[in-house]
């Protein structure tokens, strides 16, 4: 058996950063660390900081007063930092720029008076952070009859639209398309909010899939990257499955498996991918082979947030 082994896989600069940050202000803080909703959404990065001692909270109602939270990177709204400030807790924001790039564009859009159609998964902690922007002024659309549905006349001239960082461009092209042949006026974003870590990873699996007879995706199921990535590989006619670590891989899956398509969505840890692919080396024999799609060479800074809570601290 063959394995194929996506690059780019696994960790995007965001959750690079986000991870980081954690780690970080628990060495200059210590325990207990509150961060407000998973600071990515992966079962054992969680898992690994809750055995350090950070409490991962759903309100900020959940933070002592004066305690130190962390944003996670999917962002917040306005409404939860002005709460977290009013309990005097100290703040630290690890949202990814690339989400904070799409609150930008909804604050500055809503300002000029636009309506803003967010195309996304309604509930998802981004989406919930970018509609609490602008609440007066942005639509949520998940599909094509969500935008026939919408009550707005068809020659809107002051209508614009915006995604969420970590759709399917398949699915989201679908619906743009259906926004723009309702409303031809509208306006699209300065430049694609789908971000570089998504796409990259969506495009290996659309490359790679059809030379596999299983694909399998490392990830947690709320990933929305890592459920895009196996459904873009079942939509290329190839069998995926989602896992979170080696223990839920089946035998049975590889009865007449001649080859296998190894990755992992944007919030995955690579000592979960190698695990797998020790497994399969060692239970089957299989071969590993490489394949770089696209190189990735991106970097994001910690917040500053946090330098000045380091700063302060060695003063």
């Known amino acids: 058996m063959q394995i194929l082994l996506a690059n780019p896989r696994g960790f995007c600069a965001g959750v690079i950063m986000a991870i980081d940050t954690v780690d970080q202000a628990l060495k200059i803080v210590g325990a207990p660390l509150y961060v407000y909703h998973e600071i990515v959404h992966n079962r054992h990065v969680v898992d690994h900081f809750i055995k350090r001692g950070v409490t991962f909270v759903d309100t900020i109602d959940e933070v002592p007063e004066k305690g130190t939270v962390v944003f996670s990177a999917h962002g917040v709204s306005p409404a939860v930092r002005q709460r977290a400030q009013a309990r005097g807790c100290t703040m630290i924001d690890a949202t990814c720029p690339l989400v904070t790039k799409v609150h930008m564009e909804a604050i500055r859009y809503a300002r000029q008076g636009y309506r803003i159609l967010l195309i996304g998964h309604a509930g998802h902690d981004e989406v919930v952070g970018t509609v609490g922007e602008a609440p007066g002024a942005i639509t949520i659309v998940e599909s094509p009859d969500d935008v026939a549905k919408l009550d707005i006349d068809t020659d809107a001239d002051n209508l614009v639209y915006l995604t969420q ?137 910690l917040p500053r947030s946090l330098r000045v809570l380091r700063q302060n601290a060695t003063a």
Request: glycine letters at 4%.
């Open 165 to 301: 960082t970590t759709l399917s461009m398949d699915d989201a092209n679908v619906i743009i398309e259906a926004i723009k042949k309702r409303f031809p006026n509208v306006k699209a974003p300065p430049s694609e909010d789908i971000c570089y870590a998504t796409t990259n990873r969506q495009h290996a699996v659309r490359v790679l899939a059809h030379q596999a007879d299983l694909v399998i995706v490392v990830g947690s199921k709320n990933s929305s990257n890592s459920v895009r990535l196996t459904e873009i590989a079942e939509n290329s006619g190839t069998r995926a499955v989602l896992v979170d670590d080696k223990s839920e891989i089946d035998r049975t899956w590889f009865e007449g498996v001649e080859s296998v398509l190894v990755t992992a969505g944007a919030s995955a840890p690579e000592y979960l991918v190698s695990e797998i692919v020790e497994m399969l080396k060692r239970d089957f024999g299989a071969e590993l082979d490489e394949h770089t799609v696209t190189e990735e060479d991106m970097h994001f800074e």
